[in-house]
């Protein structure tokens, strides 16, 4: 073999053109002038579709995987994720996020690991469990956030008589792109509690936390927000603001940057009155359907949602909601990634824009 800087064959500018591009694809080559539209498109063309998953259809599925999967046969985690179709058979929601319905009954374990995606659970249904993170016990109710950070030890144990069903979010579609998936199992399948609630206590009321504590950890300090404390937050922000539509975006309390940093937790709450201004942003959001009922439209595709629905909205479309009653909707998104990479971009888009389709969940 001759060094790689000998030149072994020279084409002339007789060479015809099919034959020249074999060429260049035999030596692992490609013309930019064939692609340069799709790899430089005017605004970004998303492979993710939008897309609906309604209660109704994946409750009954959990259920059954609960009664016919055991933990064991369904690994550590008895997971559905919702897979975009647009994304050729990948388990991912959008192409940067991990949506899925998690379900956990009476009495079981999911295994303590640790992972380098990130993980939030938005309960949805249940009572009687907590998810330790670091040996800090957390209890989860419904509407509660418990996020399990880069590298926190986590396991879920439902100690009550109900099965819990909660929304997973990982950025492990970006951290997998990354190439920089670790994973790691816990010698024991419960790891030893320290306290419980812990974080919760250091942090006893907004704004204040214990004196004394160690400089800012990697992660948030806080691992559980509550409901009661969320909604509360929402309540005061619409008597403030007033108008169609509230937002929060859960935030780390020493620095005020993203409670997670690789994905955005954000909850939305929806007031009936008519159709939010028509914005696109760079990023996707997946949103979790807690309370109400109500539609957004996608890219002129009406999407009709209640509570449990969980649905996707892709980078740069343009996306309105109108809630048909008070409506509590939690998302994550990409948005801090793009931020932190000046990326991020958003825009109203001035007019309504027209419906086309509605979106058919019987498909
Ligand atoms: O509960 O630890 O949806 O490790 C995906 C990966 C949940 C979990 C998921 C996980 C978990
Ligand atoms: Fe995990």
Not at 35 to 48: C, W
Not at 246 to 266: D, M, Q, R, Y
Not at 282 to 311: H, I, K, L, N
Request: proline share 8%.
């Amino acid at each position: 073999m001759g060094s790689m800087l000998e030149v072994s064959e020279v084409h002339t500018v007789e060479v015809g053109y099919d034959e020249f591009c074999g060429a260049l694809a035999a030596r692992d080559l490609k013309p930019l002038w064939r692609m340069a539209r799709q790899l430089m498109p005017e605004t970004p063309l998303p492979t993710t579709r939008p897309w609906l998953w309604k209660w109704d259809q994946v409750l009954p599925l959990a259920k059954r995987a609960g009664e016919i999967v055991t933990i064991e046969r369904g690994g550590d985690r008895r997971v559905l994720a919702f897979a975009n179709p647009g994304l050729n058979g990948l388990p991912y929601t959008s192409t940067t996020l991990w949506g899925a319905i998690q379900y956990l009954g009476p009495g079981e374990n999911a295994p303590a690991h640790r992972h380098t995606p990130s993980a939030v659970r938005f309960v949805m249904t249940g009572h009687g469990v907590s998810t330790t993170v670091d040996g800090d016990e957390c209890e989860m109710e419904p509407g509660d956030l418990i996020l399990t950070p880069n590298w926190n030890w986590h396991d879920h144990n439902n100690r009550g008589d109900e099965p819990m069903v909660w929304f997973d979010g990982l950025d492990l579609p970006l951290v997998s792109s990354l190439e920089a998936v670790f994973f790691e199992n816990h010698p024991r399948d419960r790891q030893a509690v320290e306290g419980r609630n812990l974080s919760q206590q250091r942090f006893a009321a907004v704004g204040l936390r214990e004196a004394g504590a160690e400089s800012p950890p990697a992660h948030s300090p806080l691992l559980r927000y509550r409901w009661t404390e969320t909604d509360r937050a929402l309540a005061s922000l619409h008597r403030l603001r007033g108008g169609l539509a509230v937002s929060l975006e859960f935030v780390n309390p020493l620095t005020g940057g993203p409670a997670v940093a690789t994905f955005g937790n954000e909850m939305h709450r929806l007031f009936p009155g008519g159709r939010t201004p028509t914005r696109r942003k760079t990023g996707s959001s997946v949103y979790v359907v807690f309370r109400g009922a109500g539609r957004t439209v996608v890219d002129g595709m009406e999407m009709r949602w209640g509570a449990g629905d969980v649905f996707v909205t892709p980078s740069w479309s343009a996306v309105d909601h109108e809630a048909f009653q008070v409506s509590d909707l939690f998302a994550i998104t990409d948005a801090p990634v793009l931020r932190a990479l000046h990326l991020y971009r958003e825009e109203e888009t001035g007019e309504p824009q027209p419906i086309t389709g509605t979106f058919d969940p019987g498909r």
